[in-house]
């Protein structure tokens, strides 16, 4: 068994839940934050079957975008201006980051 950690974007979750539930994939969706943009994403918990990776890893690589966001980063201008301006950078997040992780147990009481 293996347990799968996949962070998404939250324009993706809600899609990529259905589809685990329509595969019959057991999963604990949790609210997260990035590190860097600060905003929200979601962190799926998946833990699975060996045999079963390969159908999971697709079915969210399927189903999470890669899109472009911007986000303000201070950066200062000229020499001779006092203080930093917001400006805004473009940063390509990705459809998925995702974590294969070995699981030591699993207990279901
Ligand atoms: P964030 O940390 O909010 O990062 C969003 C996007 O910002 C990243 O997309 C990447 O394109 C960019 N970015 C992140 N750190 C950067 C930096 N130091 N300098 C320049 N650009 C940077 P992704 O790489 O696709 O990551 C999407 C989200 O996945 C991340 O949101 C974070 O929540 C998670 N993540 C990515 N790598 C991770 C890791 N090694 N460990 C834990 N979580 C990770």
């Keep these: ?3 799968i950690m996949a962070i998404v974007q939250d324009k993706d979750s809600n899609r990529l839940a ?3 539930i329509d595969a019959d994939i ?3 969706k949790l609210s997260s934050t990035g590190g860097f943009l ?3 994403n979601s962190t799926f918990i998946i833990g699975i079957e060996d045999k079963r990776i390969e159908e999971a890893l697709k079915l969210i690589e399927e189903t999470c975008q890669s899109r472009k966001q911007y986000v303000s980063s201070p950066i200062t201008l ?3 201006l006092d203080g ?9 997040v990705g459809g998925a980051t995702v974590f294969v ?3 030591e147990g699993f207990y279901h009481y």
Excluded: C, F, H, W
């Excluded at 930093?84 to 390509?92: A, G, I, K, L, R």
């Design 1 to 3: 068994m293996k347990m």
């Design 18 to 20: 259905n589809k685990l």
């Design 26 to 28: 057991r999963a604990t």
């Design 38 to 40: 600060k905003s929200g």
């Design 78 to 80: 000229d020499i001779s």
């Design 84 to 92: 930093q301006v917001p400006y805004p950078v473009e940063v390509e």
């Design 101 to 103: 992780l070995p699981v």
